[in-house]
């Protein structure tokens, strides 16, 4: 039973427990980011950013491009709904969508499961290219990231209906590379961001399908200090 107190957290989560994770589902990284808006206004630290949430000022745009600037997509844009659009709600979402014009909040997500080594250079050229993404529309945006890493001792990832279970050796158990993966995100990716939080925990993604975070306690303890920080330096920058 989940106890977080926090919707991206029950988010990420929901990702893993009682399912299989398909690494390949593009709009996973969305999903959890999208949540960030969503405990920013629960959490009401910035009177500003949640009036114009509820006024439809600002909205999340989840193809995550401003209207008329090209880019590549993040996970989570948040901005000032371009005029001429209707935002969307969504029962159960504080937050409406629709198309933005500027980026006040950029939020990006990556999740490393399994072979994390491998990819660790893609992920990290990805996460500091995105950063520069948010800020080339012009603007001061709040850059963002979460990245979740795996402890597990086991895992099992899904290729169409082939299993890849991990064997310590040719393919890495998580543990065996978690760490290093954490060490290298923190010297290369971080500091492209205004908050860099890694998302530790367990999921062997394999029947009945478990999910645990390496320490709750501490993970809401770091999310909510993001979040307190987030919607200060939003009313610095968007007075």
């Not at 064997?167 to 492209?192: C, F, I, M, T, W």
């Amino acid at each position: 039973m989940s106890e977080e107190n926090y919707a991206l957290l029950r988010t990420f989560r929901s990702l893993f427990e009682g399912k299989p994770y398909r690494h390949r589902i593009a709009n996973l990284g969305d999903l959890v980011a999208s949540h960030l808006y969503e405990d920013l206004v629960t959490l009401d630290k910035s009177a500003k950013l949640t009036e114009r949430v509820r006024h439809h000022e600002r909205v999340v745009n989840l193809r995550n491009l401003m209207t008329g600037k090209p880019g590549r997509r993040g996970d989570g844009t948040f901005g000032e709904l371009v005029p001429a659009a209707v935002a969307l709600t969504e029962k159960g979402m504080l937050v409406a969508r629709g198309p933005v014009a500027t980026i006040e909040i950029g939020a990006e997500t990556k999740i490393l499961a399994k072979a994390m080594i491998k990819q660790i250079d893609r992920v990290i050229t990805d996460l500091i290219n995105q950063a520069t993404q948010f800020k080339r529309g012009g603007g001061n945006p709040v850059c963002v990231a979460f990245v979740g890493i795996n402890f597990a001792e086991q895992y099992v990832s899904f290729e169409g209906r082939k299993k890849w279970p991990t064997d310590g050796k040719r393919y890495k158990h998580p543990v065996q590379e978690a760490a290093q993966a954490e060490q290298r995100l923190n010297d290369k990716a971080r500091s492209a961001f205004d908050e860099f939080q890694i998302l530790r925990f367990r999921a062997s993604n394999a029947k009945p399908f478990p999910f645990a975070w390496v320490d709750l306690t501490s993970t809401e303890m770091e999310y909510s200090s993001v979040l307190t920080r987030v919607s200060r330096e939003y009313d610095r920058r968007f007075a």
